[in-house]
């Protein structure tokens, strides 16, 4: 069943479930996109490793790298448990605001609940770069501000950049 949504007296949008008609043409991966995640409750690492299979699974994303995973006190609101943090590279077709939607998404699939600022939580997923875009509005802003600060982003892809120099990928 499609759903309409009326956007003035004239007019009215109607979507339907089968948004992708090509689906079997295969999508131009031209943006890279770093994601930082992170999580601290529940089995966090169980939760990252499935977040991974639900990426690969996504046709509209390709993982490129994964970071180590970095177990790290949390800031902001100090009365709960430390987090676990990574961050994965991957190619997409999408654009910054589709991709941010899509992790939003992601971050509820996974039971994250908003509840106030730097409260507990599942997943956190946000975009840290994407391309080289510079982007500042109220919904997004890139790259994500004050990444270069954040020991849980920095220390991720240090190791990450860090092994693929080793195995001559960098």
Do not use: C
Not at 28 to 49: E, K, P, Q, S
């Amino acid at each position: 069943m499609p759903l309409k949504r009326r956007l003035s007296d004239k007019l009215t949008l109607i979507k339907s479930r089968q948004r992708r008609l090509n689906r079997r043409l295969p999508p131009l991966f031209t943006h890279r996109v770093t994601v930082g995640i992170g999580g601290n409750i529940g089995d966090v690492a169980r939760r990252f490793n499935h977040l991974q299979l639900y990426l690969q699974r996504d046709p509209r994303f390709k993982i490129i790298e994964t970071a180590p995973i970095l177990k790290n006190p949390p800031f902001g609101y100090l009365e709960q448990d430390d987090f676990l943090n990574s961050v994965i590279v991957m190619k997409t077709p999408l654009n910054p605001y589709e991709v941010l939607r899509f992790l939003l998404r992601t971050e509820k699939h996974f039971g994250r609940k908003r509840s106030f600022a730097n409260a507990p939580r599942t997943l956190d997923l946000d975009i840290i770069f994407f391309d080289n875009v510079k982007i500042n509005t109220p919904t997004l802003q890139l790259p994500h501000p004050h990444w270069s600060e954040r020991e849980s982003v920095v220390i991720p892809m240090h190791y990450m950049r860090q092994y693929a120099r080793k195995n001559g990928h960098g």
